[in-house]
């Protein structure tokens, strides 16, 4: 009888075994602690969940469609066992488990990391399940539940039927993009909330913000701006959220800048370090200033929204417009109007026209002193948008206080230019 042991080194078959028994083990230990005693005891423990990961090897080690003689026999077995105890733990999770470990025995033979890694995210899941039923039953809303769902949808269903080309005249508008843009906005306002209850508006909408910039600046001053309009009292803490999403916007530029000229990053590192104080200032007050306390939140379930996928609709209506009139003006304006066509694309897209401008500097058609002047008028076109969809998305006042913080820091940037090119400082 020939088996599929025959094409694995001898180390191999040992810790696929190995794992197999630690897999069963760990899912065995679990469950051994919950048996109960007496007649009603669940037929399972700790030796028995170890024997079927151990069969689920043997099997596979023998031909595959062994591990499915020996899944059936587990299922058969589970079946009995839920005839015994289903009249005082009406429950399916021991029998489901049961079942589960023959397989993963199997899996193990020949992927032992991750046939390990599922039995221990099983083992948690089996560990918590108090913790588990909780969060399900009393300490997720049902607008949460909504709303993750949706975001799920529209990322994992919704985006990948989306199609993936331009279908403009100037090739930018891509649907696959904007609904890309769609879902950023929801996950950032989805972490945004899960750090409001988690932290505290005070520091948690911060450093929320700070790796939603990463991502997209403009995408989380529109998520926040929406908080603010469902919740007025998360203001100062959502703008400061805004600012430190900026701060990390600005660290993405200047190493995009770096990475494509590493000369334009030295000759334009004294006005973005400015701008970047600026930005990192108003965020620190923004923190300073926040409520220590959830003073003048409503209640947990009344703010339990996490993002309104209308706003973000709008937000991507918006990026789009502004990315076809951008691309018009360019065609229209040619090579001559290469630093104004980059200013329109940064009132979409910061990142992308940075790179732009750094090309250019790194082929010689800017000079690095043009190029730096460049930087620093992406910055105030973007500062600009970033303010326009602050007080669509958030209102009047959190768009002004958007507006002061970054426009603050895009005259920073420009003030420090000038007297840079002034020889008034070292450039």
Sequence with gaps: MTTNLMPLALPEVALGFAAALGVGLL????????????????????????????????????????????????????????????????????????????????????????????????????????GMHRFSRELLSQHELYDALLLAASALVVLPLVPDRAIDPYGVINPAMLWRLVVLVMAIGAIGHIALRLVGARHGLPLAGFFAGFASSTAAVAGFGTRVRQTPALRVPAVAAAMFANVASLL??????????????????????????????????????APTDDAGLPPERERARAFRLSHALLFAAVMAGVLLLSAALGHWLGAAGALASSALVALAELHAATVGVAQLAASGELSLDTARLGLVVLLAASAVSKTVVGWVAGGRGYGLRVGVGLLGAATAAGVTLLLVQGGQLPG
């Design 27 to 130: 899912i065995g230990i679990e469950r051994e602690r919950r048996k109960t005693e007496g007649p009603d005891r669940a037929a399972a423990g700790v030796r028995t969940h170890a024997l079927l990961a151990l069969g689920g090897a043997v099997s596979a080690a023998i031909a595959p469609w062994m591990v499915g003689v020996m899944t059936l026999i587990a299922g058969v077995l589970a079946a009995a066992s839920y005839a015994v105890t289903r009249k005082h733990d009406p429950g399916l999770t021991s029998e489901v488990v049961f079942v589960l470990v023959v397989p993963l025995g199997a899996l193990a033979l020949a992927r032992p990391g991750l046939a390990a890694a599922i039995g221990v995210v099983a083992a948690v899941m089996l560990a918590t399940k108090g």
């Design 252 to 289: 993405l530029v200047a190493i995009l800048a770096g990475t494509v000229s590493l000369p334009l990053l030295r000759h334009a590192a004294l006005p973005l370090a400015v701008a970047g104080a600026v930005l990192l200032g108003g965020g620190l007050l923004g923190v300073w200033r």
